[in-house]
């Protein structure tokens, strides 16, 4: 059967806070593809990154993807370059998958300046909006729901989701 719904979205755009409440909502779990990573690998992301490489970083979180969305039937929560890798695109067809779309601004409010996420360490508003630009078609395009979270609460970006779901 697979998740009720997958989000999808550049850091900043709520995956995890909108997710988490989502899934309370449907009466289902919430799964966080980042925080199995982190439990395979047995340190935080920003570790991973550091120590390992993102090359390996991508492998396992592909792995963890293919995993979730065979599993697990809750609201799923991608991290934001998991769209990358051309196998989680294939398998993300037929899927709900819903994209929170956020404006620059908004992410790097939420996100941070002194941020600990690893793609974003050295300039993070730049390197953020090169992250979002390069993405958007990617996310755009494996979206069957669009929700734009900008200047909207968590509670409203759900209640839209819900909707736009049938639900």
Do not use: C, W
């Amino acid at each position: 059967m697979g998740p009720r719904a997958v989000l999808i979205g550049a850091p900043g755009s709520g995956k995890t806070t909108v997710g988490r409440l989502l899934a309370e909502r449907l009466g289902v779990a919430f799964r966080d593809t980042d925080t199995d990573v982190e439990t395979v690998a047995g340190k935080p992301v920003s570790d991973i990154f550091v120590e390992d490489g993102e090359e390996r970083f991508r492998e396992l979180e592909a792995e963890a993807v293919r995993r979730a969305l065979a599993e697990h039937d809750g609201v799923l929560s991608l991290g934001g370059g998991a769209i990358l890798a051309e196998a989680t695109r294939e398998l993300l067809a037929g899927h709900p998958v819903v994209y929170l779309e956020v404006g620059l601004s908004q992410a790097v409010a939420r996100v941070g300046l002194g941020s600990a996420r690893p793609l974003l360490v050295l300039n993070p508003r730049s390197q953020l909006k090169k992250l979002m630009d390069a993405r958007r078609p990617i996310y755009e395009e494996l979206s069957t729901v669009k929700i734009t979270t900008d200047e909207r609460g968590p509670d409203e970006v759900v209640d839209e989701i819900v909707k736009e779901l049938g639900g």
